[in-house]
């Protein structure tokens, strides 16, 4: 159901409610219809209104942290992969392939993390051949002098 026609219905059933206790109004005795009567009503939909706000209020509370964790995952993924380019550029010329096999690796992982929600696939993530073949230039480079 989309969204507009959610909004729809509970716009329907609102005004509803609304004519349905104008009718019951004239039909309710009149020792229904009292002070202490409408006070007990008032306390009733304030609770009510209390605990929506409250459930409302976690709701966003969880939606935020959610985001935050993924946010802060995906700063944490750019850091390392421009550090770890940073590091094979002062390496040196021989690190040249490393780091643009590497760039051609960062395109369909991003499309991966961008997409994950779509991707009907449950599989964990495996290194692709690309990926592996790039970790294992890593692991071969042999260093030329102590810095």
Do not use: H
């Given at each position: 159901m989309n969204t507009l026609a959610l909004s729809c219905l509970?716009?329907?059933l609102t005004l509803g409610g609304i004519l349905l206790g104008a009718l019951l109004r004239r039909a309710l005795p009149e020792h229904h219809l009292s002070e202490d009567s409408q006070d007990v009503v008032r306390l009733g939909v304030g609770l009510i209104a209390t605990?929506?706000?409250l459930v409302l209020g976690l709701?966003?509370?969880a939606a935020k942290t959610s985001f935050d964790t993924?946010?802060?995952q995906i700063t944490q993924i750019t850091a390392d992969i421009i550090l770890?380019?940073?590091l094979l550029a002062e390496y040196g010329p021989e690190a040249r392939p490393i780091r643009e096999q590497m760039r051609s690796i960062i395109s369909p992982l991003?499309?991966?993390l961008w997409r994950e929600k779509q991707a009907s696939t449950t599989a964990p993530f495996e290194f692709s051949a690309t990926g592996e073949k790039a970790y294992l230039a890593i692991q071969a480079l042999s260093p030329q002098?102590?810095?």
């Open positions: 509970i716009f329907v605990i929506a706000a709701l966003i509370a993924q946010s802060t770890l380019d940073n991003a499309d991966r002098n102590d810095l």
